[in-house]
């Protein structure tokens, strides 16, 4: 727990929002789901990959254009999480993603002895790539439009 204010650059996480319609983000919204900045930059590429308007401090709206190639990229990247079968095939791949090298320094910032348990880690990432492509799928489902950003 933190006891005292915060500044905007200490601000770090992203909202995956799907409140709003495809003219009108509405932020911080009760049925938001929201993520650590540090996990969600591994995932990066695939918001990229999906949508070239793509902004991390500005809503992103993902429509019914985007969202289907959102979700082909997420479910692409949980085919390589679940390809990995090793801490050196996790290294490897989590080294070669952007902010990669961040996101170790964060876990062995958190926990010194993290790859004694790396095969738990790695399917908190595959649970939290499920998530997303529940979500997404979600917006699929309901014609939803998702946006996302970052704070």
């Known amino acids: 727990m933190r006891l005292n204010f915060f500044s905007l650059n200490e601000l770090n996480f992203v909202e995956f929002n799907i409140t ?4 009108t983000f509405m932020p911080l919204q009760e049925e938001s789901a929201y993520l650590g900045s540090e996990v969600f930059n591994l995932f990066l590429s695939c918001f990229e990959n999906s949508n070239e308007l793509y902004e991390y401090f500005e809503p992103t709206r993902f429509n019914s ?11 692409s990247f949980l085919d390589k999480l679940n390809s990995i079968d090793s801490l050196m095939t996790l290294e490897t791949f ?10 170790f320094k964060k876990l ?7 790859k004694d ?20 799928e979600r917006c699929i489902d309901e014609g939803r439009i998702l946006w996302v950003v970052g704070y």
């Open 108 to 114: 062995e910032s958190d926990s010194v002895h993290w």
């Open 117 to 136: 348990n790396w095969a738990s880690y790695l399917e908190q990432l595959k649970d939290v790539n499920k998530k997303m492509i529940a979500i997404v």
């Open 65 to 75: 254009r985007k969202i289907v190639v959102l979700r082909n990229e997420l479910i």
């Open 94 to 103: 989590i080294n070669s993603l952007f902010l990669g090298k961040e996101f």
């Open 20 to 23: 709003g319609d495809n003219d």
